[in-house]
């Protein structure tokens, strides 16, 4: 079938020539007239790093409220953020109050109680022994999604062991729990932790922890997994009736 060959060579000094040729039928072509491009010796870039305290862009600003957005308009999802690394106590204050205000208005449903946020950032060993610093987050949806299997998703997901954690990227005053929503990770006699399990929703307290949200969250799901059963029975007292009395039944199971 038709083809197409491409031959590079590489003189010395950093340049390459590239010559085509095209096969049809068994037939060739004449090589084309070769092209050479000079590849500088040293490459001059600049890095920046996810721990620089002075990012030219604020990288989480940006997707820690469309992320909450998401979860909120699907209904079905929950976020659990962390701040950069570097976040102390005034940052971590300006940036929850930063993030309210964009975001308080969303109200119907409430965007902010679709997620929580975790602070500092921990030291964790993995299955090789070897010693990383990682984010909170993961390992709080680790405790979430054990929290859930083993107790239920309407079981708080706090005062749990984080496994594999070995120390605290920095230490942060308990007073930061006050005044924000952070669940701040511990140094706790039983091992690292987090004591509390709250929301963004700093507003509506019946929205203020992650477990209420997490139930609601369970609950929509499993009315849009049942319901359709009744799209198109005729609706009367009998329909009711049936449908509290097959909701009740999934409830109390």
């Known amino acids: 079938g038709p083809g197409t060959s491409i031959d590079i060579q590489r003189p010395a000094g950093g340049r390459y020539s590239y010559r085509v040729q095209t096969l049809i039928g068994g037939q060739k072509s004449p090589w084309s007239a070769p092209i050479t491009i000079e590849i500088p010796t040293s490459v001059s870039c600049t890095l920046q790093s996810v721990d620089d305290p002075t990012p030219s862009i604020a990288v989480h600003e940006v997707v820690h409220p469309a992320l909450l957005q998401l ?5 079905q999802l929950f976020a659990a953020l962390s701040l950069p690394r570097h976040y102390r106590e005034q940052e971590s204050r300006k940036y929850l109050s930063r993030l309210s205000t964009t975001l308080a208005p969303e109200r119907s449903p409430s965007t902010l109680s679709y997620g929580a946020i975790y602070h500092p950032w921990v030291h964790s060993r993995d299955e090789r022994g070897a010693i990383a610093v990682i984010p909170p987050d993961g390992v709080a949806v680790g405790v979430m999604a054990a929290r859930a299997a083993t107790r239920g998703a309407w079981v708080a997901p706090a005062n749990q ?44 307290p019946d929205l203020r922890l992650i ?43």
């Open 71 to 75: 979860c909120a308009a699907s209904g």
């Open 161 to 204: 062991n984080y496994r594999g954690v070995v120390a605290l990227d920095q230490r942060l005053a308990g007073a930061l729990e006050d005044d924000t929503p952070i669940n701040l990770v511990r140094d706790e006699p039983q091992g690292f932790m987090a004591l509390r399990a709250d929301t963004l929703d700093t507003v509506d």
């Open 211 to 253: 477990n209420v949200r997490r139930l609601l969250i369970l609950l929509r799901r499993l009315a849009l997994r049942e319901g359709a059963t009744y799209a198109f029975e005729p609706n009367g007292s009998a329909l009711r009736r049936l449908v509290q009395s097959r909701f009740e039944g999934l409830l109390r199971s």
